[in-house]
T-cell receptor
Framework: RKEVEQDPGPFNVPEGATVAFNCTYSNSASQSFFWYRQDCRKEPKLLMSVYSSGNEDGRFTAQLNRASQYISLLIRDSKLSDSATYLCVVNLRYGGSQGNLIFGKGTKLSVKP | EAGVTQFPSHSVIEKGQTVTLRCDPISGHDNLYWYRRVMGKEIKFLLHFVKESKQDESGMPNNRFLAERTGGTYSTLKVQPAELEDSGVYFC??????????????FGPGTRLTVL
C-alpha cells in the first residue's frame, strides 16, 4: 500500500468551477500535512499547510481528518492559472522543515476557459 | 533572496558513466534534502543533511549514490556508475533550522538526469 494515495486525475473543469481533491495516508503517526503545487517541469511549491481544524487561504480550503487519515483540498472559483499538479504531502515529524516529506503522485488539474 | 539552485539543469549520460549533481541551498539554511522523481512515480526522499552531517540517508537506493556537503554549504550527489533506472528528476530542498513552528522546505528547479 502506498504511503500517500491520490486520484491522479486529470480533473478537467471550466473556469469558475469548484473542484475538490482527496488524499489518504497510511501512517497514523504522521504529524504534519501539506498541499504542494507543481507546474509542468517545475519544482514543487508549498500551497498550504493543513491543520486539524481546517484552514482557508483565499479560494483554497484544506481539511484534515486524522481518524480517517484523509486530507482534502477544495478550490473555489477556479482560474486558468490554477492548472497544475497538486501534491498531497505528509511528514512524520511536526513541521515541514524537519524530516523527510512523503509525497503522493499528485492530482492533475486542468482549468479550461 | 536567491532560491535553491541546482546544476546542471539537464544531464544525459551513458550507462556506466559518472555524474555529479550540485545543489546550492538558500543561504543560512542548515537543512538540505535530496529527493528524486522517477518517471511515473511519486517524489521520493533520498537523504537529509543538517549542516555537514547526514541526518538521515535511509532513502538512498544503493551504494552507487554518494552525497556530500562539505563545509555545510552546497551539496553534491554523485552517481557512479549510473544505471538506466537512475533516470529521473533530482530535486534538492532546503529549510531553516528551527525548533518550532511549521516551516516550508524550498525546492530547487531539479536536475533532469537521463541515462542511456
Amino acid at each position: 500500500r502506498k504511503e500517500v494515495e491520490q486520484d491522479p486525475g486529470p480533473f478537467n473543469v471550466p473556469e469558475g468551477a469548484t473542484v475538490a481533491f482527496n488524499c489518504t495516508y497510511s501512517n497514523s503517526a504522521s504529524q504534519s500535512f501539506f498541499w504542494y503545487r507543481q507546474d509542468c517541469r517545475k519544482e514543487p511549491k508549498l500551497l498550504m499547510s493543513v491543520y486539524s481544524s481546517g484552514n482557508e487561504d483565499g479560494r483554497f480550503t484544506a481539511q484534515l481528518n486524522r481518524a480517517s487519515q484523509y486530507i482534502s483540498l477544495l478550490i473555489r472559483d477556479s482560474k486558468l492559472s490554477d492548472s497544475a499538479t497538486y501534491l498531497c504531502v505528509v511528514n512524520l515529524r511536526y513541521g515541514g522543515s524537519q524530516g523527510n516529506l512523503i509525497f503522493g503522485k499528485g492530482t492533475k488539474l486542468s482549468v479550461k476557459p | 533572496e536567491a532560491g535553491v539552485t541546482q546544476f546542471p539543469s539537464h544531464s544525459v549520460i551513458e550507462k556506466g558513466q559518472t555524474v555529479t549533481l550540485r545543489c546550492d541551498p538558500i543561504s543560512g539554511h542548515d537543512n538540505l534534502y535530496w529527493y528524486r522523481r522517477v518517471m511515473g512515480k511519486e517524489i521520493k526522499f533520498l537523504l537529509h543533511f543538517v549542516k555537514e552531517s547526514k541526518q538521515d540517508e535511509s532513502g538512498m537506493p544503493n551504494n552507487r549514490f554518494l552525497a556530500e556537503r562539505t563545509g555545510g554549504t552546497y551539496s553534491t550527489l554523485k552517481v557512479q556508475p549510473a544505471e538506466l533506472e537512475d533516470s529521473g528528476v533530482y530535486f534538492c530542498a532546503s529549510s531553516p533550522r528551527t525548533g518550532k513552528g511549521i516551516n516550508e522546505q524550498f525546492f530547487g528547479p531539479g536536475t533532469r538526469l537521463t541515462v542511456l
